[in-house]
């Protein structure tokens, strides 16, 4: 069994020095990348978002690999914020090797949240051989959720369901996810549920699974496989978000997202 709370990023609480250390690498990338007219924030890159989206609202979107949904108690801007930081955490894990390891990525997709002001309230990961005959990948990961929910555990399962239902439904969000998994030689995939929390703050959950030597054929969230001896990896955690610690960073976000994290992005309905 691996646990990534053995690597100090999980331990390590949100510092300015950490973060102006970490963009400073965001930094050199960047000077070496032609300048162009900015974007409307995440959502301008949506194949079908509409001219004007803050008449739409920021939906359910699935970003890479992970679905996104949101507390209906979240505002607009906490919402397109957080699809900002996951779009930016998914695009540093897809600037890595094709041979790194999933505790690589998952080490990269913690360090990219944390710079962005996701201060980790809690991280495992775990590695094990499945004894089961069968898995279907949204309900594990259902249940990977419930490992780090404490109250109001129903709302946030249902919220997450959800969530699925409608890309269940989304020919073209799930030929992302399908391609982003076919990349990596892993079929991988998180739910990252973001809920109100007392006093208007935010937090982000996690519960990810990615299973490895698995051979499938598109859709294969829905799908019952046989996985009897089969590598998994389970990843679990709570987030909160510090919003100043983002404002400090926020423009190197979006101009990093506009350069480098295009085609990660698809939503699937408007609120």
Known sequence: MVDINDYSVAQVAFDDAMQDKYFECIAAELKNVAPRAR????????GAAPSDSS?????DSVVGPSLV??????????RQDALDCQQFAEAQVRSLPKEAS????YLKYN??????????GGFTYKKYVSKQLTITMNEAILQVLETVISGGASSVLNLVASGFSKLRGDKDALKIVDVGS???DVVSFKAVPCIATPGGGMSMLLGGLDLVDKEYNGDFLFVTYKTQGLQ???GAGVRKFNRRAFERKKNMVYAYNDQFADGLFKQLTDQ
Do not use: C, P
């Open 39 to 46: 974007t409307k924030r995440s959502t301008s890159i949506l």
């Open 55 to 59: 008449a739409q609202g920021v939906g």
């Open 69 to 78: 949904v949101f507390d209906q108690a979240l505002s607009e801007d906490d």
């Open 102 to 105: 999933n505790e690589e990525r």
């Open 111 to 120: 360090e990219a949240l944390l710079a962005v002001g996701w201060v980790t």
């Open 182 to 184: 076919r990349k990596n």
């Open 232 to 234: 998994i990896f389970q």
